[in-house]
């Protein structure tokens, strides 16, 4: 039997290992302490299953090695604009994983699972508090889910009240890509406005499309330039001026914790990324949570079930009456219904609740605070190296124009590809839109100052590098696993085991 279990290691020559050997075994069984079974029918059997056959060492080593080759925060530096990339706790793993949360089953009855409904209801409470909402649901699995989830509750919101003609989204052009994505699969016309010189929504463009058509508008506040929108209030009086909504696309929260709550600013609806700010891992992929919190007005559209804490001695309690059951799930009146199969991506909201109880408010505002201050800070020391998109104070991250002025030749690209050489994770390349050869960088609040520095070093080395010999950027990374990737094609077309020589 041959099975595939090689693996190319780094370095100029590649090393193939085919580590499979017959009749080497990883596992030990005990004796048999029942009668054997007979095989099924014969037909059933399959002999084509190509397993590798290992010792446990081999084992180990292969998938350890394996986990060498990839990137991670725990590794090194991610300043991955937009993505907030942040440490994860480890003590948010260890709540994750106690039994009672881990092993608790999706059919069990409220009865035997209150804790793990007090545990969603009291996550449901911060998030409110922490942005002024008067309402949370914590179905949606990502930021992406919860747009749509919202974006929803928009239009049942108009469709409630008769308003049968809102049927346009209004998005900036320095939005994400998924905000007009969610307006297309929501059946939603997107109506794009243009930033002005500031970075700020342009206010004339944004009257011009104002009317009695408009759903809403979805608005990203620090948008993805790192820029508080400074006209918000003019922003909001005419899009409720108009008989619109705000939804806030939240996944930049990390800037405004215990500094400013989007319910209060106007915001009718907002997701949070649970994976993002409230510092779950996630990358490639998943898993995440994007709860959405809604201002008392979308209370009763809210995807269900959500957790209501009932306590049968209060008046107006129209809970069941039920020895030790204070925790329910409800459907709110006017839902949309079910995002999600069961209560959402529970794990995740485990790590989250760690995370912000492990914290505490004061605890959450020194992350924002840090957060802002570590990014105005990189930028500073990266004056004069790459020119930054706006002039101004920024918020949690911002954006650079990867083109060094010595080296036209050299773009945002070649840079990122040869950070990897110097130990550090790209930023978030050619995003936004609106900034040519962007790079996006979002330091988050955990880095050191050393780390700070030693990234802007980096950069400016790379810089003169850019000037002397423009060839080893394009060519770069030079010492990673791999080198230059199609992304696209390994993206729609994996690869994920050894095709041999
Ligand atoms: C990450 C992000 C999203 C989407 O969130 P996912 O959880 O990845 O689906 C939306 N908007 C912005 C600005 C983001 O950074």
Redesign the pocket.
């Known amino acids: 039997m041959k099975a595939d279990f090689g693996i190319r290691c780094s370095g100029a020559e590649p090393v193939i290992y085919e580590l499979s050997k017959p009749g080497r075994m990883a596992t030990t069984l005990p004796q048999l302490d029942v009668p054997q079974a007979a095989l099924p029918d014969a037909a059933l059997l399959r002999d084509d299953v190509d397993l590798p056959e290992v010792s446990e060492l081999d084992l180990m080593r292969h998938y350890v090695r394996m986990s060498q080759l990839n990137w991670a925060v725990d590794i090194g530096f991610y300043p991955l604009g ?2 907030t990339m942040k440490y994860n706790p480890k003590v948010n793993e260890a709540a994750a994983r106690l039994p009672g949360f881990a092993r608790t089953h999706p059919y069990q009855d409220v009865h035997a699972v209150q804790g793990n409904l007090r545990l969603m209801h009291e996550l449901q409470e911060m998030l409110k508090e922490v942005a002024g909402f008067a309402g949370v649901s914590l179905q949606p699995s ?4 919860g ?1 749509l989830t919202g974006v929803l509750i928009m239009r049942a919101y108009h469709v409630a009240r008769g308003d049968m003609q809102r049927t346009r989204i209004i998005v900036p052009d320095s939005a ?1 890509g ?1 905000n007009p994505a969610t307006t297309n699969m929501a059946g939603l016309e997107v109506v794009e406005v243009p930033s002005d010189a500031r970075g700020n929504v342009d206010l004339a463009a944004l009257e011009s499309v104002c009317g009695e058509t408009v759903c809403g508008l979805m608005l ?1 506040n620090p948008n ?1 330039l790192g820029l508080f929108e400074e006209q918000l209030p003019a922003v909001m009086e005419l899009i409720h001026g108009c008989g619109g909504l705000v939804y806030g ?1 939240g ?2 929260f990390n800037a405004l914790m215990g500094i400013a709550k989007p319910g209060e600013l106007g915001f009718d609806v907002m997701h949070f ?1 649970l ?2 700010t409230f510092s779950t891992p996630h990358g490639g992929g998943g898993p ?1 949570a ?1 709860p959405v919190g809604v201002a008392e007005l979308l209370v009763p559209f809210l995807p269900g079930p959500v957790v209501a804490l009932c306590r049968c001695e209060e008046a107006g309690c129209d809970c069941q009456e039920e020895e030790g059951v204070h925790y329910h799930l409800v459907m709110p009146e006017q839902s949309i219904g079910r995002v999600r199969s069961f209560y959402g991506n529970f794990g995740v909201l485990v790590r989250a609740y760690t995370y912000m109880r492990a914290l505490g408010a004061e605890g959450l505002r020194e992350v924002s605070e840090m957060a802002v201050l570590n990014a105005n800070y990189l930028k500073t020391r990266l004056a004069g190296v790459l020119p930054v998109s706006h002039q101004r104070t920024h918020m949690h991250e911002f954006v650079v124009k990867g083109i060094y002025p010595s080296a036209p030749d050299v773009h945002a690209l070649d840079i990122s590809k040869r950070l990897i050489d110097y130990g550090f994770h790209p930023p978030t390349n050619y995003f936004p839109l609106i900034v040519p050869e962007a790079l996006m960088i979002e330091p988050t609040e955990t880095e050191s100052k050393e780390t700070l520095d030693a990234f802007a070093a980096a950069l400016r080395a790379i810089g003169e590098e850019a000037r002397d010999d423009p060839e080893l950027l394009h060519e770069a990374p030079h010492t990673a696993p791999v080198r230059r990737l199609d992304e696209v094609r390994a993206a729609r077309e994996p690869i994920l085991r050894w095709q041999g020589g």
């Open positions: 937009s993505c990502a930021g992406a889910h747009e994400h998924t990203t993805t696309d996944a930049n990324n994976h993002k995440g994007g």
